[in-house]
């Protein structure tokens, strides 16, 4: 039997600007379809980590060993936590930069220079 040239979807879970669990997604297209005006492309790049975000929302694909509960998590999980359970290192920008159009440069940070700004 031949093997299918698609894979499986991926649950894709979407966080807003200021990092806050407000949708899961049962596929890559339901993110995008949702969305509108994101692309697939930019989605993966988010959700593999190469883009910090797209549309003022960050991406992450649901991680295998990271329960996610819609009635717990829903409106209440952090990204930097999420990350944390996943075992992962990524940037995000300052929530208030994201408040403001114009010229105001986002900067790259780390949860622990979050963390830092934060004290």
Do not use: W
Request: glycine residues 6%.
């Amino acid at each position: 039997m031949k093997k299918s040239k698609f894979s499986e979807p991926i649950m894709v879970l979407i966080f807003n600007s200021k990092r806050t669990l407000i949708a899961i997604t049962g596929s890559l297209n339901q993110a995008k379809n949702l969305l509108g005006k994101t692309s697939a492309q930019l989605i993966v790049e988010c959700c593999k980590g190469k883009v910090v975000m797209s549309g003022n929302f960050y991406f992450r694909y649901l991680h295998p060993n990271v329960e996610i509960s819609l009635e717990e998590d829903l409106g209440k999980l952090d990204l930097i936590q999420y990350d944390k359970m996943c075992g992962q290192d990524r940037y995000y920008y300052r929530k208030d930069i994201l408040k403001f159009s114009g010229r105001t440069e986002k900067r790259k940070l780390t949860a622990k220079q979050i963390a830092l700004l934060n004290r």
